[in-house]
């Protein structure tokens, strides 16, 4: 008789009452200072693309001889930035203080009246065409009048931004407020849940994807607007932010500045969007599936 092997030989290993062994085990990704590995090629590829694009614009400007008064050169706008940053930075916090209190109103009004009009088809109907053809209406048509209604060049300025970030923030959030599961909606009804019970456990959050895609889209809106309505403002010769600021650059021909304030307006804007895309990270990457992370 042949001696037992030692597989038979032992006891089985205990259970201990989990499913622990089952889970998969994942490979842990490298880091490279601090980051994943995979999250490199994201952040280098367009850093590249981009120095190669500086380069050659350099290149051409010197090859060319192109006067700065028609086409600067990036290394002469960064020395007019540096030059001209005192200036160019109170310009730009009255920009963004625009923009950002134009943002924040944007939000408390698109969700207040969201709601309202999911709890209210009537008043749906009765108001949400009249948003519709403030959103549409050209900007740059209606900023003198506001300007001269208003009276004060910083209301007119924030009412000019936040018609332009306002629809974003409506629509999408009366979209997610409108997605919410209908058998769930029945389920509620059929415990007996109040309307601001169904609202507050059931809707809100399921318009919160909805209402951040709109945040997203409206942050660059106000930073738009906040600029026309300056642009507007500042060819009746009343000083404000950073477009009164390319309007004197370009009347005295200083082209350098006019570049220079376009790329803190650039900066600004993809500050804007990656501020609000890490705050929609933060708030659904526990739940949704959008910012789930997945192996696959």
């Avoid at 730009?92 to 009246?113: D, K, N, Q, S």
Wanted: a neutral charge; charged letters at 10%; one cysteine or more.
């Amino acid at each position: 008789m042949s001696a037992p092997s030692l597989e038979t030989a032992l006891p089985p290993p205990a259970h201990d009452g989990t499913d622990a062994e089952a889970l998969p085990v994942f490979a842990t990704e490298p880091r490279i200072l601090g980051l994943p590995a995979s999250a490199w090629p994201r952040l280098l590829a367009p850093i590249v693309i981009g120095v190669l694009a500086l380069g050659l614009w350099e290149l051409l400007v010197r090859w060319k001889e192109i006067p700065p008064y028609v086409l600067p050169g990036p290394l002469l706008i960064g020395q007019t930035l540096i030059a001209d940053w005192g200036t160019l930075s109170g310009s730009l916090w009255i920009t963004l203080r625009i923009t950002f209190m134009a943002l924040a109103a944007a939000v408390i009004v698109g969700v207040a009246l969201a709601v309202l009009f999911t709890q209210s088809k009537w008043l749906e109907m009765s108001l949400l065409p009249y948003a519709v053809i403030l959103q549409v209406t050209p900007i740059v048509a209606i900023a003198p009048l506001i300007i001269i209604w208003a009276g004060d060049i910083n209301l007119s300025l924030l009412i000019c931004a936040w018609i332009v970030a306002f629809f974003p923030i409506l629509s999408n959030t009366i979209l997610g407020l409108n997605s919410a599961d209908h058998n769930l909606i029945n389920l509620f009804q059929l415990y007996g849940a109040t309307r601001w019970q169904t609202l507050r456990h059931l809707r809100l959050p399921a318009a919160l994807p909805y209402f951040l895609a709109g945040l997203k889209i409206s942050g660059g809106l106000a930073l738009i607007g906040a600029v026309v309505a300056e642009f507007v403002a500042g060819t009746g010769g009343s000083s404000s932010g950073l477009a009164y600021r390319i309007l004197e650059a370009g009347y005295q021909l200083k082209i350098p500045r006019v570049f220079a304030a376009l790329i803190m307006i650039s900066l600004s804007g993809i500050a804007i969007f990656l501020a609000t895309s890490w705050i929609s990270h933060l708030l659904l990457r526990r739940w949704h599936e959008s910012a789930l992370k997945r192996e696959n």
